[in-house]
Each structure stands twice: as C-alpha cells, then as structure tokens.
C-alpha cells in the first residue's frame, strides 16, 4: 500500500488564466525520498501545498489524494510536517523557540506542557542545535538563517510525521549552510523512516537526496523516474537544462555530516 498516491490532480488560481498544476499523478511509498524539480513558477510549490492540504482558499483543486489507499485527507502537522522556504515567515517572532515546537507535541500528542518542553528540547539537540537547554528559550531574532531553520525541522518533525515536505527549505541559505541542512534532513528521514518530498530548483541536490525525482514545467509533468536516470540520461531537453543549470552545492553535502557536526 502507497503511502500517498495522487492522480488527475490539476489547480488553479481564482482569476489566473492557467492551471498552476494540470493533471499531475504519482505514487509515494512509505519512506521513499520525492524530489520534486522544475524552473521557478513550475508549480511545484503548488504540488507540495495540495499534498500537504495547505492549498490557499483562492486555489480550486480538482482530482483525487489517496492517503494510505483512503480518501480522509492526511492531517498537517500530524501526519505530514512541512519545511517552508523562509524559516523567519513559519516562526513566530513573539513566541520562544521552545514553545512553537512544544506547541505541535501539546497539539498532536495531547501530552502536557512540561512533557512537551522536554521533547522540545529532545528535538532541538535532534535537529543539532547546541545547547538544547537553553536554546528552548530563545527568540527566533537570535537566530541564524540556518538556525531558524533547524528550528523549523524540529517543528515539523514534532509530531513524528509520516511524511516531510521540505519546499526550498535551503534555498535562502549560504552554500554550506545548505549542505548542512541537507544532510540533517537526509539523517531525520533516514532514522525516523519518513517519506520526503524534498522540493528544489537545484537538480543536482535533488539527485544527491531522492531515490525519484519528478519534473515539472509550468505545471505539467515531464518526467519522472529514479534519480540516477533523470540526472544521468535525461529524456526531455528542459531537463537536460535543469541538469546544466544545477548548482554545486550536491558536492558539498558529501560528508556533510562531518561538517554538521563541527557546526555544533
Ligand atoms: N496564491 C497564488 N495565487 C495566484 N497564483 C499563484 C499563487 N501561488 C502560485 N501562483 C501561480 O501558480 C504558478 C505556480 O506557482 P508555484 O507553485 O509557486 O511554482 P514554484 O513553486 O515552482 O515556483 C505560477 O504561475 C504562480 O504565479
Ligand atoms: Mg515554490
């Protein structure tokens, strides 16, 4: 049984003169890493949002997701954990660190709040923060870009999630604070057996994570198919393009983990 399975799913914007995403299909297995890749505008922020049931109410969807073969819609934060691009829009600026991630434990695991500022704590050392004691106390303003957006992790992963979908959550960061969180979310996937949708421009970086990468041009497939494939041999010349375009920051998150832990 797939984890996920969408079919004919199309959407499209209150007064946009085209659907954002026309009759997009694919399977996810439990613990499968997605990539999904395509040029800005591609509609792959629009494709992790009607997974994640997080469609803006201006977004008319049509098709159907199946969440583990049923049609009751998976619950977000609960059963899908999503990573935004900007860590500083997901926070809350006036609420310590600490609390935002107890908040998702209170609210999906009913435990109270001395129990969730522990595992907050607990997932502030998963997500390799130093100083998990104190660090629960901080402001997001305090924080790094890279920081804030461990922190976001461990919000996302707080209430152990199925599924992480991570939209460009590297993509506003430094080069090597990107290999970083690349890596750290290649581990969390890797030890929680969550599935990934790891959504990026950068192909290269797709490949380096994702067993199958699915490419979109204005909202449509192009290809998809195991990652080695698509990056090796691609079938399509916007492919072939995505492919010449990519960054290097692939070639950074090789012993990545090294460099995360020197970072602590
Ligand atoms: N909230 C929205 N309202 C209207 N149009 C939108 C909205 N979000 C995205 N779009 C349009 O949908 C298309 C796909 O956008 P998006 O899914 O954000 O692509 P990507 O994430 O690949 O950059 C683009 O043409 C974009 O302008
Ligand atoms: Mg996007």
């Not at 946009?16 to 297995?29: D, K, M, Q, R, V």
């Not at 619950?75 to 809350?92: E, M, N, R, T």
Request: charged fraction near 20%; proline fraction near 6%.
């Amino acid at each position: 049984m797939s984890l996920l399975d969408a079919s004919g799913l199309s959407v499209t914007y209150a007064g946009a003169p085209a659907p954002a995403l026309a009759g997009i299909g694919f399977s996810l297995e439990e613990g499968e890493r997605l990539a999904v890749i395509g040029e800005s505008g591609s509609g792959k922020t629009t494709l992790a949002r009607a997974v994640a049931g997080l469609l803006p109410p201006a977004a008319r969807a049509d098709g159907t997701i199946l969440w583990r073969a049923k049609d009751t819609p998976a619950l977000p934060g609960k059963d899908i954990g999503y990573v935004f691009q900007d860590p500083s829009a997901s926070l809350d600026p006036v609420v310590a660190v600490g609390r935002q991630i107890a908040e998702v434990v209170r609210t999906h695991d009913g435990c109270g709040w001395p129990e969730s500022m522990a595992r907050a704590a607990e997932l502030l050392d998963r997500v390799r923060l130093p100083d998990p004691a104190a660090m629960v106390h901080a402001w997001p303003h305090q924080l790094s870009g890279g920081q804030k957006q461990r922190v976001a992790i461990a919000a996302a992963i707080a209430a152990r999630p199925a599924l992480l979908i991570a939209d460009e959550a590297t993509s506003a960061l430094d080069t090597i604070v990107q290999a970083e969180i690349v890596t750290l979310i290649r581990s969390i996937v890797d030890e929680e057996r969550m599935a990934l949708i790891f959504v990026t421009h950068d192909i290269a970086l797709a490949a380096h994570l994702a067993e199958r990468i699915i490419v979109l041009k204005n909202g449509r497939l192009i290809e998809t198919g195991p990652a080695a494939q698509i990056v090796g041999a691609p079938a399509d010349p916007y492919t072939r393009m995505l492919v010449e375009a990519s960054a290097d920051v692939a070639s950074l998150v090789e012993g990545g983990s090294a460099r995360e832990e020197a970072s602590r």
